[in-house]
Nanobody
Framework: QVQLVESGGGLAQPGGSLRLSCAAS????????IGWFRQAPGKEREGVSC????????YYADSVKNRFTISRDNAKNTVYLQMNSLKPEDTAVYYC??????????????WGQGIQVTVSS
């Protein structure tokens, strides 16, 4: 069964850090572009980062550039999103998904449950 499961979210203070994990099962993650998306209350879902299957190149939305880092551990079949210097506007439900391309847009398969990230003092 093809599945991606997000973990690592929670509550962080402004300026703090969190690391999200996206664990894959049922397929080999390095063979796909993997994107991180987020959806804040009342807003559309947006792609924030992506790592390419072909060469490992990365993409970041302007809103997270120089603060977030995406990486991939092929041995663990997991993609990570290290989030530093968090801001209240980073508060959202975060999702990972296989994407057709980077920058992330259309996904392959369906959305998972996502993981809540809340940045608040």
């Amino acid at each position: 069964q093809v599945q991606l499961v997000e973990s690592g979210g929670g509550l962080a203070q402004p300026g703090g850090s969190l690391r999200l994990s996206c664990a894959a099962s049922g397929f080999t993650l390095e063979n796909y572009n993997i994107g991180w998306f987020r959806q804040a209350p009342g807003k559309e879902r947006e792609g924030v980062s992506c790592i390419s299957s072909s060469d490992g190149s990365t993409y970041y939305a302007d809103s997270v550039k120089n603060r977030f880092t995406i990486s991939r551990d092929n041995a663990k079949n997991t993609v990570y999103l290290q989030m530093n210097s968090l801001k209240p506007e980073d508060t959202a439900v975060y999702y990972c998904a296989r994407t057709l391309r980077c920058p992330p847009n259309l996904i392959i398969g369906s959305w998972g449950q996502g993981i809540q990230v809340t940045v608040s003092s």
